[in-house]
């Protein structure tokens, strides 16, 4: 079955530091793969997104970074972490393509505070 | 630029009742529409999808409807159960990479 893990659950991490979250996916191949971040009382805003291996889509331009190194894994990252990266952040795929009656599966989400 | 909203206002019902939840967009010309339920401090969970020539679709005790008139989708959960509390988004879809996710109405039913 198709599953996707994200790691870790919480993280508390001073401004200025490095970031780096982790998200797998299993039971399909050549995902499509999406960092989102979610603040309270807001839609969910697409950070990052890739269609394969190395392709990397930004569409927020900020401090962060994404790379998909292998198919089903995909990395979202900082150099130097702001207050205003505080937030929920999470992974979700597609199984290409993207067509028929299913949506995003989403990951169970990384909630990180900088302090 | 385009939006979608969601009442942002917290749903208050009985167990038993009906819940109708609303979405409205402007300046947007969706492919598919679809629904999602999120609890507190976890990923959204899909629930149904409903494309632009499709007026109705249904799944267990939950309904959706479709209106490219109005820009609007009533997403209604019927003989509501207070295990159905939490927040549902809608989400805007081309059919390309970038959906839109509305930001969620919270509800809350009550034994």
């Known amino acids: 079955s198709q599953t996707i893990h994200q790691w870790p659950a919480t993280l508390v991490q001073p401004v200025g530091s490095p970031l780096s979250l982790e998200c797998t996916v299993e039971g399909t191949s050549n995902p499509n793969l999406y960092w989102y971040r979610q603040a309270a009382g807001r839609g969910l805003q697409l950070l990052f997104y890739?269609?394969?291996?190395?392709?990397i889509s930004s569409e927020v331009p900020q401090n962060l970074s994404a790379s998909r190194p292998q198919d089903r894994q995909f990395i979202l990252s900082s150099k130097k972490l702001l207050l205003s990266d505080s937030g929920f952040y999470l992974c979700?795929?597609?199984?290409?393509?993207?067509?028929?009656?299913?949506?995003?599966?989403f990951g169970s989400g990384t909630r990180l505070t900088v302090v | 630029s385009q939006k979608i909203e969601q009442n942002s206002e917290a749903l208050n019902i009985q167990e038993g009742k009906t819940a109708t939840l609303t979405c409205n967009y402007t300046n947007y010309s969706p492919a598919y529409l679809q629904w999602y339920r999120q609890d507190p401090g976890r990923g959204p969970v899909f629930l149904l999808l409903i494309r632009e020539n499709e007026k109705e679709k249904r799944k267990e005790r939950l309904k959706v409807t479709f209106d490219t008139t109005l820009k609007q989708s009533l997403f209604h959960i019927t003989a509501s159960q207070p295990a159905d509390s939490a927040t549902y988004l809608c989400a805007l879809d081309t059919g390309g990479f970038k959906t839109i996710f509305g930001a969620g109405t919270r509800l809350f039913v009550k034994a």
């Open positions: 979700a795929y597609t199984a290409p393509p993207r067509q028929g009656n299913y949506g995003y599966t």
């Open positions: 890739s269609v394969g291996i190395g392709q």
